[in-house]
């Protein structure tokens, strides 16, 4: 949670549902999506975003039905989805990854902590029923490789409802609002297991299992226990506020019960119709939980063989038609992107804005992830992943002020994924230290494995960053504009890029100075306040974020860049485009870390020799 | 004097979604919003015009609307709208004002069988109704859709008579979701109840998008404005 000032703050998270959709693409991901949404809510925040990061095989059925799970699920709640990233490698295809973030803002002052606080504070439970649905479901899905037998697991798949998941925000943040609750958990992984043992840890809980509203009969006390039943929230509330609290549940009509209190026991003790049925001391589930050190094993990359790629206009109109880089308008047009009307800037380009109206004051915010260079260089790759988030956010006008992560990565148990996981963090931490951003929450998947197979070393990153006036949001260049090119002193390279996976082979080491790709971050944030358009090339390289910059402002360009495939397709070192009223260019005031240079001028309807009419045909393809 | 703001209340069904947009619109549009939930059986007195937001009431279990059709608001909805007050339907407003046989046809799945979010454009074919008496037939505006069904339908000969009834207010300049001759937006035969797909409120502000949205929330405002200064309440 981060202050934004003006006595706003704003709580972010991202967090995997993988397994789950690998098995049951639609509720997996509906799932996902509601599971994030509860916990921002639990943080007493009002969800105003969500961005999903998809990786899958192929644009198939698989992921067609997690976006329509995707879209199910925030579509029915009112909170826009303004983005995310979406890859397709052959490297997911069986097992895919869906991984969700959150946005809420909330007063500054309204701080909830997710522990009780006092004994004798009531344990209230409100939400859905609780059945045996998604019984293990942490357990047997987010822990264990898939296999053969998938269909068996099927039934441990949780399903979501989001009417119910719609009330129980509505119930929640109007329980913080009106001070009735010490504090909220939401039930995730582990049911009440997970939500009681973390707000008992420093108090104590007595928990009464057969008071929870059940939806099935003969239910077992450790099913009620471990249940997965989506959309329940837990309360600590104190005793004078129960009637309150019970009037604000019963408005939206959802179900409730109290079913214990907190003690001074330090004891998490459940009882079923009287009879202790299982005690554990908290903390033992929690900060004592046992540690593993894991196994490290660095391993060597393939060194870097010849690449060598299309005449320029031909390699542009195959990346940009590309399932890699083609637009995502396919996906993006089948989520409410405009509820809440918050979003000045649409999903499409580097990150979307959200006024934080009524000030003029916005918020950014994207969710990328890195994987090929992960196979090269994991470390490489956790800062990649910092870099470009925060490029992204800082070429719509913000500046990143917090990074949220999700750790995607195979089973840490083999010494090779042990070292890929210490090196992406590690990464991840020198790049936020260049920035002087933190990471301020993030979830850990582990064990996307399938038949033996890690995933490629995945980090996702969300950021967020603060946009002083929504007014200035660059929008497109105009007619006229030049073209500016900022780059930092980190070299271009085909190691790991789009270039090499379609033309080569991967391998290579490339590598990075944080120190000027800081300041190029840096620069771009700036430069925004008063540029039509700034875009930062990822993934295709200069040519290809040229071609994005065009046909997201409907104008083409004459630009004067060296035929080299190396400056028109190198990627890894950070390059941003800005497009200014001529007038307005000043001569270069970034320093050594940063080289800006003028590379051309808006206009006209074509783009490196080829119509705007054709790149727009590759790039939008059909639906 | 100051100008008098007409009340409009914006309805909230358990799963709307899109009433506090339509509250930021109106209000933007100088009307006030008395903010009225479904479980309210009377609406004060005073009230110049009806909203039905967007979202999915009730969670669109059973059929979009199917629920909300019969929730407690609904009765005293129906009273205003057959004094003749403005009700205006947006999205799963438009589902729930067919369902309650307010107004004519079903709204079906989309054709592509997708949500479908985009900027659309839609033809004024009636001046006919408060909601587009300072529109001129034929002018385009731009407005934003984002629906699952919005697919309208009904039968030959009912589409016929509400062509020729002027009751087919709003057509999409092209085919958008699959809905029978390209409607967009259809009016009960008085005029002054108006359902339609688009978001009108979603439309109102320059910042946010394309603004096509503001002369049919005007018209909204100016009929409230209308009805309560007839009613002599200022
Ligand atoms: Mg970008």
Redesign the interface.
């Given at each position: 949670m981060l202050d934004l000032g003006e006595g706003l703050a704003v709580a972010f998270k991202v967090e995997s549902h993988n397994h789950p959709s690998a098995v049951e693409p639609f509720q997996g991901a509906a799932t996902g999506v509601g599971g994030i949404l509860r916990d921002i809510a639990a943080m007493g925040a009002r969800p105003v975003a969500l961005l999903d990061g998809l990786r899958f095989g192929e644009p198939d059925d698989h992921f067609s039905r997690a976006v329509d799970g995707v879209g199910h699920y925030g579509n029915c709640v009112g909170v826009p989805n303004v983005g995310g990233e979406i890859v397709f490698d052959e490297d997911y295809a069986s097992n895919c990854l869906v991984n969700a973030m959150c946005v809420g803002l909330l007063p500054a002052e309204r701080v909830v902590r997710a522990k009780a606080t006092a004994a004798g504070a009531l344990v209230v439970l409100y939400g859905a029923t609780t059945g045996r649905d998604g019984i293990g479901g942490a357990s047997v899905l987010a822990s264990a490789e898939l296999g053969d037998d998938d269909a068996d697991k099927r039934p441990s798949v949780q399903v979501g409802d989001p009417f119910t998941g719609k009330r129980l925000i509505e119930v929640s943040v109007e329980l913080v609002e009106r001070g009735l609750v010490r504090s909220l958990q939401d039930c995730g992984a582990a049911g009440l297991a997970s939500s009681l043992s973390e707000m008992a840890a420093d108090y104590g809980i007595d928990v009464r299992l057969d008071r929870v509203p059940q939806r099935e009969e003969g239910m077992e006390p450790w099913e009620v226990m471990i249940s997965e039943s989506q959309e329940r929230m837990v309360a600590i509330v104190e005793p004078e506020r129960l009637g309150e609290v019970e009037a604000v549940i019963d408005r939206w009509e959802l179900h409730r019960a109290v079913i214990g209190e907190v003690t001074a026991t330090g004891i998490l003790r459940a009882t079923w119709n009287g009879e202790e049925v299982g005690a554990i001391p908290a903390r033992l589930l929690t900060g004592e939980c046992p540690r593993y050190a894991v196994a490290r094993e660095p391993r060597t990359p393939p060194s870097e063989t010849t690449t060598t790629t299309p005449p320029a206009r031909q390699a542009l109109r195959e990346l940009l038609a590309s399932p890699a880089l083609r637009s995502r308008a396919f996906v993006t047009r089948r989520y409410d992107q405009l509820v809440q009307s918050r979003t000045v800037r649409r999903p499409g380009l580097d990150a979307a804005v959200l006024r934080l109206r009524p000030e003029w004051r916005g918020i950014a915010v994207t969710l990328d992830g890195q994987s090929r260079l992960g196979v090269l260089d994991p470390r490489l790759a956790g800062q990649l992943a910092i870099l470009e988030a925060a490029r992204n956010v800082a070429c719509a006008g913000g500046e990143p002020i917090g990074f949220t992560d999700c750790l995607n990565f195979g089973n840490p148990e083999k010494p090779e994924v042990g070292w890929e996981l210490a090196e992406a963090i590690e990464g991840m931490a020198l790049a936020c230290e260049a920035l002087g951003v933190p990471v301020v929450s993030g979830n850990v998947s582990l064990y996307n494995d399938t038949d033996g197979r890690s995933i490629p070393p995945t980090p996702v990153v969300g950021c967020v960053g603060l946009v002083p006036d929504v007014r200035r949001v660059p929008r497109g260049w105009r007619e006229g504009d030049a073209i500016l090119l900022a780059r930092s002193r980190s070299p271009l390279t085909f190691a790991g890029s789009e270039a090499q996976a379609r033309w080569g082979s991967l391998g290579g080491s490339p590598s990075l100075d944080l120190a000027s790709e800081g300041a190029l971050v840096r620069y771009a944030s700036r430069v925004a306040q008063h540029a039509s358009l700034v875009h930062d090339a990822a993934e295709g390289g200069l040519a290809v974020a040229l071609a994005e910059a065009a046909l997201w402002s409907a104008a083409g360009a004459e630009l004067d860049l060296e035929d080299d495939a190396l400056t028109l397709f190198g990627e890894v070192g950070g390059q941003v485009i800005v497009a200014l009223p001529s007038g307005d260019v000043e001569p270069d005031p970034t320093g050594a870390d940063v080289e800006v240079r003028r590379i051309g001028t808006v206009g006209g309807d074509a783009l490196l020799g080829i119509p705007l009419a054709e790149l727009a045909c590759a790039y939008e393809g059909e639906a | 004097m100051t100008e008098l703001r007409p009340r409009i209340a914006v309805i909230t069904f358990?799963?709307?979604?899109?009433d506090?947009?339509a509250r930021?619109?109106l209000e933007q549009l100088g009307a006030e919003v008395v903010p009225v939930w479904h479980a309210t059986t009377e609406l004060a007195a005073d009230l110049g015009g009806i909203v039905l937001p967007?979202?999915?009431s009730?969670?669109?279990?059973l059929r979009c609307g199917a629920i909300a059709r019969v929730a407690p608001v609904m009765g005293a909805v129906r009273a205003f709208a057959a004094d003749g007050g403005p009700v205006l339907g947006i999205c799963n407003g438009f589902q729930i004002l067919c369902e309650a046989g307010l107004l004519p046809g079903v709204l079906r799945a989309n054709r592509q069988l997708?949500?479908?979010?985009?900027d659309v454009t839609v033809v004024v074919e009636s001046d006919g109704t408060p909601f587009t008496a300072a529109l001129t037939p034929g002018e385009e505006l731009v407005i934003?859709i984002?629906h699952?069904e919005g697919n309208w339908v009904t039968d030959p000969a009912l589409h016929a008579e509400l062509v020729e009834r002027g009751q087919v207010v709003l057509r999409y300049a092209e085919d958008v979701n699959g809905s029978l001759d390209r409607v967009a937006g259809v009016a009960n035969e008085e005029g002054n109840v108006l359902g339609l797909m688009p978001?009108p409120?979603?439309a109102v502000?320059p910042?946010?998008?394309p603004t096509g949205g503001v002369p049919l929330l005007q018209g909204l405002v100016a009929a409230a404005h209308e009805r309560l200064a007839g009613a002599g309440v200022a």
């Open positions: - | 358990p799963g709307s979604n899109d506090v947009d930021l619109a967007g979202g999915f009730y969670g669109d279990y997708e949500f479908l979010c985009a934003p984002k699952g978001h409120e979603h502000d910042l946010l998008g």
